[in-house]
């Protein structure tokens, strides 16, 4: 299994790297990426269903699924029809903020209009007293986690580009792989046996360490080589909030998908990738990670 997980895993990383450079050099910021946040989206809406569902709700799968893909969507198109109006992007990598903030406006009116669907959907299905309100808190729960967060991280890379995407991504996996390493080596002290029984102390310090350590490499190499004209690496010891920060939270977002596996008595989401479980799997730390680091840059602590 181990094996077969550092194979897997190295395909994955490469595959990654092969589409973000592709993205990055495109003429149209996201043209690569938003395809695959796309089917991101349609496979972790059917994982978070079935989540949902195991815990005793029955939220509508295709108002899930729908809203899903619509706020990604959300995301790109509206800054991808400002572009072609004639608004110029802030670099041939990224969009520029009036149009991203445009984005941002359709992510939150699709999500409006979806809470708005997911009512009426309710209306429809209605027979008897009983569970209405936990199935739309539940259908409004998995757009929110999926739907809203993955679309803060399409918003990253079209503001910041390829590089503030990797720097989220490289902090909360070097984060993760801290956390295993470190908590299989040192760890005696558990942090959450309800949650997650596996999770040590000693791996939660090393998920923190491996996180800025991750956050200074990019932050020294690889944003600058590949940022829009001008990035530098932010505020001076900027990477070192970010490292924690973003660490944290995705360790925070790590326990919190092994909240939703155990209340619905789950190990993994899916099981469709041996070694890894589900997408809900890989993305677990990232989606609750990614608010925090669009702030770091929005708010010029990084990359500026």
């Known amino acids: 299994m181990?094996?077969?997980?550092?194979?897997?895993?190295?395909?994955?990383?490469?595959?990654?790297?092969?589409?973000?450079?592709?993205?990055?050099?495109?003429?149209?910021?996201?043209?690569?990426?938003?395809?695959?946040?796309?089917?991101?989206?349609?496979?972790?809406?059917?994982?978070?269903?079935?989540?949902?569902s195991a815990g005793g709700a029955r939220p509508l799968g295709w108002i899930v699924l729908c809203g899903n893909t619509l706020l990604v969507l959300a995301a790109w198109l509206p800054a991808a029809m400002w572009s072609r109006t004639?608004?110029?992007?802030?670099?041939?990598?990224?969009?520029?903020?009036?149009?991203?903030?445009?984005?941002?406006?359709?992510?939150?009116?699709?999500?409006?209009?979806?809470?708005?669907l997911a009512f009426v959907?309710?209306?429809?299905?209605?027979?008897?007293?009983?569970?209405?309100?936990?199935?739309?808190?539940?259908?409004?729960?998995?757009?929110?986690?999926?739907?809203?967060?993955?679309?803060?991280?399409?918003?990253?890379?079209?503001?910041y580009g390829v590089a503030a995407l990797a720097s989220l991504v490289i902090v909360v996996k070097m984060g993760d792989t801290g956390a295993y390493t470190?908590?299989?080596?040192?760890?005696?002290?558990?942090?959450?046996?309800?949650?997650?029984?596996?999770?040590?102390?000693?791996?939660?310090?090393?998920?923190?360490?491996?996180?800025?350590?991750?956050?200074?490499?990019?932050?020294?190499w690889l944003v600058p080589a590949v940022g829009p004209p001008g990035t530098m690496g932010g505020v001076p010891w900027g990477w070192l909030p970010f490292g924690l920060l973003v660490g944290l939270v995705g360790m925070v977002g790590d326990l919190a998908e092994s909240l939703l596996k155990r209340d619905g008595g789950r190990k993994d989401s899916s099981r469709w990738m041996p070694g890894f479980g589900g997408i809900l799997d890989l993305l677990d730390s990232v989606l609750p990670a990614a608010p925090v680091a669009y702030a770091c840059w929005r708010l010029a602590l990084v990359g500026t």
């Open 121 to 159: 959907a309710e209306m429809y299905r209605y027979e008897k007293p009983g569970g209405v309100i936990a199935n739309l808190a539940a259908a409004v729960f998995a757009v929110g986690y999926v739907g809203v967060l993955l679309s803060v991280v399409v918003l990253l890379r079209l503001a």
């Open 2 to 52: 181990l094996y077969w997980r550092l194979l897997l895993g190295t395909l994955i990383v490469a595959a990654l790297v092969g589409l973000c450079w592709l993205d990055h050099v495109l003429a149209v910021p996201g043209l690569v990426l938003v395809p695959l946040a796309v089917v991101l989206a349609v496979l972790a809406s059917g994982e978070i269903v079935t989540l949902v």
């Open 182 to 220: 470190v908590g299989r080596i040192f760890g005696r002290h558990k942090m959450a046996p309800a949650l997650s029984p596996g999770k040590t102390l000693e791996g939660a310090a090393g998920a923190m360490l491996f996180a800025c350590a991750g956050s200074w490499a990019t932050f020294a």
């Open 86 to 116: 004639g608004a110029v992007s802030a670099s041939p990598s990224t969009f520029s903020h009036p149009a991203v903030a445009a984005s941002a406006e359709g992510v939150l009116l699709t999500f409006g209009l979806v809470v708005l």
